[in-house]
């Protein structure tokens, strides 16, 4: 067996992947994490308080989990659903009684949003008791920002997409509210977003490309520039 791994470990394909050996000094550790593709993510050093999991409370890596899982599930509901004023409530209804495992698929989507926002809103205060906002970390603490407000108009644009009574009402008010802004912004910002002055149609399909693609495109740029941050400012 060691045969085999130390031809494993000599093959020119394991050197062309990892292209160190073992690290055994601050220099050689520092080289690792620069030439790996996977610990490239890591930063070179940080502080032994900061890795505690009682200072993190893995609530930034739970979001990426609770993201990811989305993602998953979210495609997989798509194969079934039709943004369609016709089709949209009953797709709904045969994914619960008539595909096998909708309703588990359904449930799993639905659970993890509600659970996405109320972890991001956690991993917001954890950084803001550990002071964690403060500089050179202050750039961070705005994009995190960005990312609770898209955490939040994810779930939003999600809640039209069943077409039942809740979805229609619960948008009816919400853009409403939007429409009381003052100096006819709100009224411009509504039609713009319902596509029109009703929830019909134009709404249900602009929701559903913005909760399908444009929103979750932004939610990935900005957590790449987030973990980016997270490295460059020294780790938490
Ligand atoms: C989709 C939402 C978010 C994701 C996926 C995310 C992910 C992460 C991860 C993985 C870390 C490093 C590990 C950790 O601290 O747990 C981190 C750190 C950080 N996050 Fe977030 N985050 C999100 C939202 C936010 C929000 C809403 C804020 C604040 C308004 C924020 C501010 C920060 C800051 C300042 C750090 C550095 C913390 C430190 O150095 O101690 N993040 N984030």
């Excluded at 031809?7 to 292209?19: A, D, G, M, P, T």
């Excluded at 409370?57 to 990426?64: A, D």
């Excluded at 319902?194 to 399908?212: T, W």
């Excluded at 495109?217 to 790449?224: E, R, S, Y």
Aim: glycine content about 8%; overall charge positive; some cysteine.
């Amino acid at each position: 067996m060691k045969h085999v791994f130390d031809k494993l470990f000599e093959s020119r394909v394991w050197r062309s992947i990892f292209r160190h050996g073992l690290p055994t000094s601050n220099r050689t550790r520092a080289e690792a994490v620069f030439y790996n593709f996977f610990l490239h993510v890591h930063p070179t050093k940080v502080r032994k308080r900061s890795i505690r999991y009682t200072y993190t409370w893995g609530l930034g890596g739970l979001s990426v989990g609770l993201f990811i899982v989305l993602t998953v599930t979210g495609a997989l509901l798509m194969l079934y659903y039709r943004p369609s004023v016709q089709q949209a409530y009953w797709d709904m209804k045969d994914l619960q009684f008539v595909v096998s495992s909708g309703q588990f698929l359904r449930n799993m989507h639905r659970w993890a949003a509600h659970a996405m926002v109320a972890v991001v809103f956690l991993h917001m205060l954890r950084v803001f008791y550990t002071s964690s906002y403060r500089p050179p970390k202050e750039f961070n603490w705005v994009i995190g920002v960005f990312l609770l407000v898209i955490t939040v108009l994810l779930s939003y644009t999600g809640y039209l997409l069943p077409w039942d009574q809740l979805s229609f009402w619960g948008i009816s008010v919400g853009t409403n509210m939007v429409r009381a802004m003052p100096c006819g912004f709100g009224e411009k910002i509504s039609f713009l977003l319902l596509g029109g002055n009703i929830v019909g149609e134009n709404a249900l399909i602009r929701f559903y490309v913005l909760h399908c693609f444009i929103i979750p495109v932004v939610a990935m740029v900005l957590m790449g520039i987030h973990f980016w941050r997270v490295r460059k400012d020294g780790g938490v």
